[in-house]
């Protein structure tokens, strides 16, 4: 079952939030957060947060970040320390103690600060298609960061048709879309997208806290379990982010997915939630 919920941050930013409890749930699991990436919101994770938490067994917390979707979009420039404050929010809200923290791309990079500002809270990690951000990483392709930047830049982002279709195309394979079931379920996907709000000042925001993010010296405080893990096929964000991770945390695990791309959940849906469960199952409780 879920529920959707409201709360306020310190800062008076409205965030709406999520709870899904599956009907078997593994006694004393601590419950996963998810956090998604830059422009998007609760409802573009579909179906992953009653798969993953079926199959973890435990509750999945998710919501909207500042800036989109039901949430408040203050004005920027946002800050990931900011997003942080938002998401460990969420979990007061929902009366968690301690939670398990995916993160996917810009959620990544709020997962890695959520770990570090309340280790305590933070059970294990899980890190997709991200970066440490810093001199060290690589970065997208320019292609893709000034496609964002003239995204951000439409007073209605939903309604620049080009912009949309060109960001969702990066975030899935060609392998999938040169295929005509994968332009078919693009026609879907894109949909499904479009029922999530997007505003200027929102997209805008994020930007900046993708932009300002570097955890590079501080990943070596964290000792918790985690998992690093993206796509090979990934258009955003390169492998060489994510191998970088892996070696910077103690003791992480990194695994990638072939012929997925930035949204590699989507593309080997059934597998990756059953490995992920797997981790959390055995590592996080």
């Known amino acids: 079952m879920a529920r959707v919920q409201r709360l306020c941050t310190a800062v008076d930013v409205h965030i709406e939030w999520h709870r899904f409890t599956p009907k078997v749930l593994k006694p004393g699991a601590a419950p996963l957060l998810l956090i998604h990436g830059f422009g998007c919101g609760a409802a573009d994770w579909g179906g992953w947060p009653k798969l993953l938490g079926a199959r973890s067994k435990r509750e999945v917390l998710y919501f909207d970040n500042r800036g989109i979707g039901a949430s408040a979009a203050p004005t920027g420039p946002y800050t990931v320390h900011q997003m942080v404050a938002d998401a460990h929010a969420v979990t007061r809200a929902a009366g968690a103690r301690r939670v398990s923290v995916m993160g996917i791309s810009l959620g990544g990079m709020v997962a890695q600060q959520f ?160 490995e992920l469960a797997q981790f959390l199952l055995d590592n996080c409780d």
């Open 115 to 274: 770990a570090l500002t309340y280790p305590q809270s933070t059970a294990a990690l899980i890190l997709g298609c991200t970066t440490h951000g810093g001199r060290a990483a690589s970065p997208p392709p320019r292609s893709f960061l000034d496609l964002c930047r003239t995204w951000a830049a439409e007073v209605e982002p939903n309604m620049a048709d080009a912009s949309v279709e060109d960001f969702m195309r990066y975030m899935l394979p060609p392998t999938l879309l040169g295929t005509p079931v994968g332009e078919r379920l693009f026609g879907q996907f894109k949909i499904a997208f479009l029922r999530t709000c997007r505003r200027q000042q929102g997209l805008q925001g994020q930007l900046a806290a993708m932009g300002r993010f570097d955890s590079t010296e501080n990943l070596g405080m964290l000792t918790l379990p985690t998992l690093v893990t993206c796509g090979d096929c990934d258009k955003v964000m390169p492998l060489a982010n994510s191998e970088s991770l892996a070696r910077l945390i103690p003791g992480a695990r990194l695994r990638t997915w072939e012929e997925a791309g930035h949204f590699f959940w989507a593309h080997h849906t059934v597998e990756v939630a059953d």
